[in-house]
């Protein structure tokens, strides 16, 4: 069986390539594709070349979601269950995570169930596991509840995400970003607050409206920015009764270092500091339960479904800010 693969093979070049399907072993699972998932900032990030370990040629993409079509002689799992799968087999050719492939060979402990029967609008809802997971990771490790009020700076793709994420416990949000299309839709998502730092002080908007967020979420990833997104934490005080330390989560994608004000950023207010790197197994089940739930919408995200026929044209659309989030349609690929 063959298997056709988005291939980069160079700085924002791409082709197809097409390689053998070997015969299934232990609990692995042969997973035909629906749907799989751009992430905007790292798969344009290697796109361009700029993605540190990146070699190419190479198969680029982490998010796929498709059907179980064929199970090795140890698998469990039932033919035609539908599956988030981490593909791990690219026929000799470089990875980049690797599944943008019309069919993934992976052991089954790395797909994920979905509870119930989706449908197909659902499924195109779960082909945004892996980056809504990311999101999710960085919000549980900030210990974000409803007794907090949040500002998230930078409304992408995983800034959208983590505000529906941290909606969904209660806290309040601020949302923060200069485009106005990206507040109207973090608006649609329930954020309490839209602020366009082109239009007034970021700062003191902020401090007028709450005094200072208990956590700062910069999803931006501007070097820049992040200084700035630091400073819009509550102060705290010199004498009792203190209040928790204010969280600064660090969200975005960064090329290269940052630098924070030592004392305007940091010594003043006494921040708490959380990177986030990537995500868990637990991350995954939580947003595939919220999901299914309908807690949170990654849908409410302007999404294009475009033929993966038509991949080169969409990431050069992402590149230039055209296009939000694409999805693949494998079913309709024009390849």
Not at 149 to 165: D, E, K, M, N
């Amino acid at each position: 069986m063959k298997c056709s693969a988005i291939c980069f093979t160079g700085p924002e070049q791409l082709t197809f390539r097409e390689y053998e399907i070997p015969p299934l072993e232990g609990d692995q699972v042969l997973v035909e594709t629906l749907f799989s998932g751009v992430s905007t900032g790292t798969e344009t990030r290697v796109f361009r070349g700029k993605q540190q370990g990146a070699e190419f040629p190479l198969i680029p993409g982490y998010e796929n979601v498709g059907y179980i079509r064929k199970c090795g002689p140890a698998a469990t799992l039932a033919v035609g269950t539908a599956v988030f799968v981490n593909n791990e087999y690219t026929g000799g050719i470089n990875s980049s995570w690797g599944s943008h492939v019309s069919y993934s060979v992976a052991s089954q402990r790395n797909v994920h169930l979905f509870p119930g029967e989706p449908d197909i609008e659902k499924l195109k809802a779960y082909a945004f596991c892996k980056v809504a997971s990311i999101a999710h990771h960085g919000v549980a490790r900030a210990s974000v509840s409803s007794d907090d009020t949040v500002a998230v700076v930078g409304l992408g793709l995983i800034g959208q995400l983590a505000l529906q994420i941290i909606k969904s416990k209660g806290a309040k949000v601020i949302a923060v970003d200069m485009d106005s299309e990206r507040l109207e839709i973090a608006g649609k998502a329930g954020a309490d607050k839209l602020i366009n730092p082109s239009e007034t002080d970021l700062k003191q908007a902020v401090m007028d409206y709450c005094g200072g967020v208990d956590v700062a979420v910069d999803a931006t990833g501007i070097p820049e920015v992040l200084n700035t997104t630091a400073q819009l934490v509550h102060a705290r005080p010199w004498e009792a009764p203190y209040p928790a330390h204010p969280r600064i989560l660090i969200l975005g994608s960064y090329a290269g270092s940052v630098s924070l004000d030592y004392e305007a950023s940091l010594f003043m207010n006494e921040p708490d500091i959380f990177p986030s790197r990537d995500t868990t197994d637990a991350d995954f089940e939580s947003v595939i339960s919220m999901i299914y739930k309908n807690q949170i919408n990654p849908l409410l995200i302007p999404t294009e479904i475009v033929a993966v026929g038509e991949a080169e044209t969409a990431y050069k659309d992402i590149l230039n800010k055209k296009l939000t989030r694409v999805i693949f349609d494998w079913s309709r690929e024009g390849v």
